[in-house]
């Protein structure tokens, strides 16, 4: 197994809330960037646009010399008051311009940092009732706004990461099928796939197929890990509920010989967040080794002989030094 590069949310060492509590304080870029380097393991950094970028030459300054790498700028185009009905799908078209036009900052913060990547999760466009929206205008607008942000700088890729629901009931990308169908549909070249372990098994997919998918399409850009019980976006503990699928995730990342960026979307409700990541990256750390232990050449094995009774026994029997009865 090929040792992962580990970047960190630096947002997630900041203020983390929902509609009941608030389990983590507001921080400043400068304090949340401090925090980040005492994340054991941590190799660098996803920062957000606009939200890191209130004022961009002094963020821009923090950024570069914090000592860690930008993996990738994330697009917020969701959380301001004014995205409330939509941002690249909006029925208004200067706010449809306005979406564009925060892509291509984007895009050019990307460059400026070195990192060449903007991921980017619209949240905000899809719907919520029958009969609230016009699904074909909505997919157009949608494409014509990824085109031209893309075509912005074809030196920097665009990253679109899918998730089922929230906050629109239905989110226009909603599982690795649109996002792909989309790449296919545009056919520019710096058009990819984020796939985010969570939100896969939101979509009842199987993280691993998603990824082998978006990597057979020649879309598969960034990945975020994080688990949950396949009910709520809850970004857990990679593993901590699902630990088949974050060894089957790292198998495939592995057979594919992936040199990209791994980034942890890892909320903290216990503690405090650089435990937190700490704890995330050596859990990532320890599943790396698990492979490796095994041998990906013995689980290819398991695969090609599909017999899942041989393929379990062997992983229990490997991964917990279990015994089974006549052993």
């Known amino acids: 197994m090929r040792n992962l590069n580990h970047a960190v949310m630096v947002s997630l060492m900041g203020r983390q809330a929902d509609r009941f509590h608030e389990y983590q304080p507001e921080r400043s870029l400068e304090e949340r960037l401090a925090r980040v ?9 996803e920062v957000v646009y606009p939200n890191d970028f209130a004022d961009v030459e002094r963020s821009l300054s923090l950024i570069k010399t914090c000592g860690l790498p930008v ?4 697009l917020n185009v969701k959380s301001q008051k004014k995205w ?5 799908t909006s029925t208004d ?6 979406a564009v036009a925060d892509l291509k900052a984007a895009v050019d913060l990307a460059a400026e940092l070195e990192s060449w990547m903007v991921t980017c999760c619209p949240l905000i466009d899809g719907h919520n009732y029958s009969f609230e929206a016009d699904y074909g205008k909505q997919w157009r607008w949608l494409e014509e706004g990824l085109a031209e942000g893309c075509g912005h700088r074809p030196d920097v890729k665009v990253s679109l990461e899918y998730k089922l629901n929230e906050a629109r009931n239905f989110v226009i990308l909603g599982d690795v099928g649109r996002a792909l169908y989309l790449c296919e549909r545009l056919g520019a070249p710096n058009l990819g796939v984020t796939v985010d372990v969570g939100h896969a098994l939101l979509a009842k997919e199987t993280p691993a197929e998603a990824v082998a998918l978006a990597a057979e399409a020649g879309r598969l850009f960034y990945v975020h890990f994080n688990d949950n019980g396949r009910e709520w976006d809850w970004d857990m503990l990679p593993g901590s509920v699902n630990p088949w699928d974050l060894l089957e995730v790292l198998f495939y990342l592995d057979r594919m010989k992936w040199r990209g960026w791994i980034c ?20 990532m750390e320890a599943a790396e080794a698990a492979l490796s232990r095994i041998g990906p ?5 398991c695969v090609d002989e599909g017999v899942p009774a041989r393929t379990f026994g062997l992983l229990w029997s490997e991964l917990f030094q279990a015994e089974g009865r006549g052993d």
Do not use: C, W
């Open 264 to 283: 942890y979307d890892v909320l903290t409700r216990h503690g405090d967040p650089v435990t937190q990541m700490s704890a995330t990256i050596a859990i």
């Open 37 to 45: 380097r005492k994340v054991e393991g941590a190799q660098g950094i």
């Open 297 to 301: 050449h013995v689980l290819q094995g």
């Open 93 to 98: 078209s200067r706010l449809r311009a306005q």
């Open 71 to 74: 993996s990738a700028v994330n």
């Open 84 to 88: 409330q009905t939509g941002s690249f």
